[in-house]
């Protein structure tokens, strides 16, 4: 061995060097969050060959060590399994959160102090029981008054404040959108460079690799997300099935209100505004469609805020709307109609607890506000000339202390709940539902207040019966809260208004603690695969620090390994007497 053995020893100190500085680099990055553990794997350098023209075997001499590669250390499989599982955590976790809003919106979070909205139907039903005592007392009547106001201002309260949510989470869709778009951004950029420096195949990009592997395992908590590697490090990133991202651009995703609302649908404006996500879709971890914060929160948001009229379950539809008739043989726009009832409460009244709870909630305060009213306003429907009119029935109605009657308890805005109108000479009180505006005017929660002659008069609550008898009138008002008219969602058996209250807050409650059993055993488990993961990718220190001694070690019998040949080439120099 000759001069070329001091190349070898050459080798040695070189490959050392470096893998000691990929050690240090590896320690300095312990803690750093996204970071992956780089592995040096040493391989032979070229062989000469001796011996050529020999009848033997042909020989060969090595040329030393060089670094092979190094590696970026991760397990694709674990990734893939982490991802899918942290999307689907997202996925459960916004909507238990959207049920612990609800909860405590509706102050039934406080079991101790009782200041849920039940405490608010037992005070209104208290006061009516008072009433009932002593209808003509004005200490009774104003209890009643000021219950009503209370009642229906925690009503509104309420509405307002899941309403208010909901447009939060429209403002959370629009704005994880947005961060959406940035990573396609980011994703390109990323592998535009990962692509130009590992072309050659003499070098990886390693911090470059684990800042897109940090944006894929964000872009996975929002979105199911496949993807897959190209021969040039260049990652193809798919949403739902649709190209996202490449090394040449990626296809934005897009916020576009639906029709008639300020609630947005999120659209592909690359492939013909496609939704990217559909609420008919069924929701089940066997097919992979729980999966995605962003899912979770267009779930948990609905497409439209609701009112009583759309809490009850619709009876499907036939999908040919050319032939399709009903009894009142409108034909084609009733089957549009009803079609559209029943979009809306398949597609966002039955799957979103949050669109669910403001619908049945808006249709408890209503119906509970209609019956109240009709027991002071009670109707019946004539027929007259042909056409049939709902006007107040005079015969049953009480009346004011003033012999007043046809005023209700509870008003609807700008308007009037009947119109003096005069048919064939006889004056009826005809049931108007126009507004001042021209519109249809409804007992939704948000049109609904305490009348506002009763609230600076309690004598003009009608308690009074035509005979005089105001206990009867009273005790309708009680019996009321006894009637079971009510149905929750699909149910077949009817229920009072408490009990459809508290139905409806168990459901929600059960709701709750499905999402929370789903997001609880994500967390576990995106966090045991995430842990595995570390094994792989993460820094040990100790086995840093094993490797560093065994690199050091290295780099001193290479620097060895050279005085040994710097001696020999000596000693043969001096013993041949060259000068």
């Known amino acids: 061995m000759g001069m070329a053995g001091l190349y070898v020893g050459l080798s040695g100190l070189q490959t050392s060097s470096n893998s000691l500085n990929t050690t240090a680099n590896n320690l300095a990055n312990v803690n750093t969050s996204g970071y992956v553990r780089q592995q040096v794997v040493n391989g032979d350098k070229s062989y000469n060959f001796v011996g050529t023209t020999a009848a033997t075997t042909t020989g060969q001499k090595g040329l030393g060590v060089s670094i092979a590669k190094i590696n970026h250390v991760r397990d694709m499989f674990l990734d893939a399994a982490y991802r899918k599982e942290y999307g689907r955590q997202g996925f459960y976790d916004k909507l238990y959160d959207s049920v612990l809003e609800i909860e405590t919106q509706m102050g039934e979070t406080d079991y101790i102090t009782g200041i849920g909205f039940q405490k608010n139907i037992s005070d209104f039903l208290q006061s009516i029981n008072e009433v009932a005592k002593t209808p003509g007392d004005n200490t009774a009547r104003s209890a009643l008054v000021q219950s009503a106001v209370q009642f229906i201002d925690s009503a509104q309260t309420i509405y307002k404040g899941l309403v208010n949510y909901q447009s939060n989470l429209n403002a959370e869709i629009k704005t994880t959108v947005g961060r959406i778009n940035e990573i396609g951004s980011q994703l390109v950029t990323l592998n535009r460079n990962i692509s130009k420096i590992e072309t050659g195949g003499y070098e990886t990009a390693s911090n470059l690799r684990d800042q897109r592997d940090m944006l894929l ?36 995703l897009q916020c576009k209100a639906f029709q008639g609302t300020d609630l947005v649908d999120i659209v592909w404006p690359a492939f013909n505004e496609e939704s990217l996500y559909s609420y008919s879709e069924v929701i089940a971890t066997s097919k992979n469609t729980d999966i995605g914060g962003l899912k979770g929160l267009f779930i948990a948001r609905g497409a439209s805020t609701p009112t009583y009229e759309h809490a009850d379950m619709k009876e499907p539809v036939p999908d040919d709307y050319i032939t399709a008739q009903y009894p009142d043989g409108t034909g084609n726009p009733e089957y549009l109609r009803r079609k559209n009832e029943y979009d809306l409460y398949t597609q966002s009244v039955d799957t979103s607890a949050l669109v669910n709870t403001i619908a049945n909630f808006d249709k408890l305060i209503s119906s509970m506000v209609q019956e109240i009213n009709n027991v002071f306003c009670p109707e019946k429907v004539i027929t007259i000339g042909g056409k049939e009119y709902t006007v107040l029935d005079t015969d049953k109605a009480p009346t004011t202390t003033d012999g007043e009657y046809g005023i209700e308890l509870f008003t609807r805005d700008f308007c009037d709940r009947y119109t003096v109108t005069n048919i064939n000479g006889t004056d009826y009180y005809v049931r108007n539902n126009i507004n001042t505006f021209g519109n249809n005017s409804a007992y939704t929660i948000m049109n609904i207040s305490v009348n506002k002659d009763i609230v600076q008069d309690y004598s003009k609550i009608p308690l009074s019966g035509n005979g005089g008898d105001a206990y009867n009138t009273a005790k309708e008002l009680v019996d009321v809260f006894s009637k079971k008219i009510m149905r929750y969602n699909d ?80 000693t043969l120099i001096n013993n041949l007497g060259v000068r």
């Open 491 to 570: 149910s077949f058996d009817g229920m009072t208004f408490e009990e459809f209250y508290e139905s409806m807050i168990n459901d929600v409650a059960n709701t709750g603690k499905i999402y929370n059993s789903m997001s609880t055993n994500e967390t576990t488990l995106a966090s045991q695969l995430d842990n595995q993961r570390q094994q792989v990718m993460g820094v040990a220190s100790d086995e840093e620090l094993s490797n560093m001694i065994k690199f050091q070690q290295a780099y001193n019998a290479s620097s060895r390994f050279i005085n040994v040949i710097d001696d020999m080439i000596q």
């Open 217 to 252: 395992d964000e872009l996975s908590s929002y979105c199911k997300i496949t993807y897959n590697e190209g021969d040039n490090g260049s990652v193809e990133v798919y949403i739902e099935g649709n190209k996202f991202a490449d090394e040449m651009s990626y296809n934005s």
